[in-house]
């Protein structure tokens, strides 16, 4: 077993501890399996693909329980102490270090009952999903004040359209048929004659007040949708996908590689923001990997010169605005792909959602609060059965209240 992950451990909850040989539970092989994702997998799998460090397939049968747990918790200091395989491992790949991780024994029985019972019994990994009734990368809500307006008045443009033509048509139809009545007339003078013959005069039609009118309103109408386009656009950056100063593949890291967000940005569960990774954590990979990349030797110039890099922020708010990023991703269980979208398939990162007011509101009103084993709610959801045969959703918590985010 060679390199066992990178730093930026993310705990799940204790479990029992399990054997090396496996025999644990649903629980403690779940436990291992997030553990294992959130921390392992960048530089290991549990097949027998190399990555940065070897293939985990069996390794509970090639090395003690015990081994494993020193190697996990310090593969530094179980190389200076001499162990034969510590420091086998340690030059067969490369002399590459390992972090050290502040794992419990028993989260690390739970990892090695994990790699157990995947060399048992591989699965497919299962596809990243949204949030409930929600697909990743589906943009949930709308923006309810600028498209609501938007689409009245496009349905009004609409309407209007439908009756020009359908008023044009009428005519024609009923100028045809008097016409065929009138040649089947046989006591028409030579002036009635003369004008049932003469050709339409679309000059005259254009002058028409009518059809002026009509023209007129459909005019009026556009111009009112494009203002009101231009209008509610403003301060919205959907789309938006500026050029970073490193070239950064999120489909090549978070999509091919399945490299988890927490990894990078590490305060994305308990911080207000998520942070933009510094460049250490690049290095924890980059200093072995594609080293000569003119795009990774930006990230060493900026570390020789004691530099930051200086990222361009893609995702705004305004300043009036309070949002809390670990409210929704670790209490509320958003997952990242429901506003950023299918954000493991970009090469260039975009703002996927709007991000408007109007958005933020509908999503709270179509959101159920997951209050299960929550104490916290338990009267609120009393009360709310009481005057409401609706599901408690976050709008019923207050989440549509003024001061929540303006305060």
């Known amino acids: 077993m060679g390199v066992e992950g990178k730093a930026g451990v993310t705990p799940a909850p204790a479990a029992p501890a399990a054997g090396a040989g496996g025999g644990a539970d649903a629980g403690v092989i779940d ?5 294992f994702k959130n921390n392992c997998v960048q530089c290991h799998s549990v097949g027998t693909d190399v990555v940065v460090g070897p293939g985990l397939q069996g390794v509970h049968k090639r090395r003690s329980e015990a081994w494993l747990l020193k190697w996990i918790k310090n593969s530094s200091a179980l190389i200076q102490s001499g162990d034969k395989d510590a420091v086998a491992v340690f030059n067969q790949y490369s002399k590459q270090q390992m972090p050290s991780f502040a794992f419990s024994d028993e989260e690390i029985s739970s990892i090695i009952a994990y790699i ?6 591989p699965s497919v990994a299962a596809a990243p999903t949204g949030g409930p ?4 990368g589906k943009n949930v809500g709308t923006d309810a004040v600028g498209s609501g307006v938007g689409n009245a008045v496009d349905l009004l443009l609409v309407v209007l359209v439908v009756v020009l033509i359908v008023l044009v048509i009428t005519l024609l139809i009923i100028a045809s048929v008097l016409k065929n009545y009138l040649k089947g007339k046989g006591d028409l003078t030579g002036a009635e004659q003369e004008m049932l013959e003469r050709r339409t ?11 002026r009118i009509i023209a007129g309103l459909i005019l009026l109408v556009v111009l009112v949708d494009v203002s009101i386009d231009k209008v509610m656009g403003i301060g919205i950056h959907q789309g938006y996908a500026p050029r970073q100063p490193i ?3 999120h489909k090549l890291h978070a999509g091919d590689h399945q490299i988890n967000c927490n990894y990078c940005h590490t305060s994305v569960y308990k911080s207000s923001s998520a942070n933009i990774p510094s460049a250490n954590i690049c290095m924890n990979c980059h200093s072995q990997i594609k080293k000569e990349s003119p795009e990774i030797q930006k990230i060493y110039r900026a570390i020789e010169n004691n530099k930051p890099i200086e990222w361009v922020r893609v995702h705004n708010l305004p300043d009036l605005a309070y949002f809390n990023h670990s409210q929704h991703t670790k209490v509320g269980g958003v997952e990242c792909q429901t506003c950023h979208g299918p954000i493991e398939t970009m090469e260039v990162v975009a703002q996927y959602s709007p991000l408007t007011m109007g958005w933020c509101i509908d999503c709270h009103r179509n959101t159920p ?5 929550n ?7 009393k009360l709310h059965e009481k005057q409401s045969k609706g599901a408690f959703i976050v709008a019923s918590n207050g989440g549509t209240e003024c001061s929540k985010c303006h305060y």
């Open 375 to 381: 104490a916290y709610y338990d009267k609120l959801v």
């Open 133 to 136: 009734d929600t697909e990743a």
């Open 247 to 249: 070239a950064f593949s």
């Open 369 to 373: 609060l997951n209050t299960e084993g």
């Open 116 to 121: 157990a019972s995947e060399s048992e019994n």
């Open 31 to 35: 436990n291992g399996m997030t553990l």
């Open 201 to 211: 005069n679309f000059a005259n039609i254009y002058k028409s007040k009518a059809v």
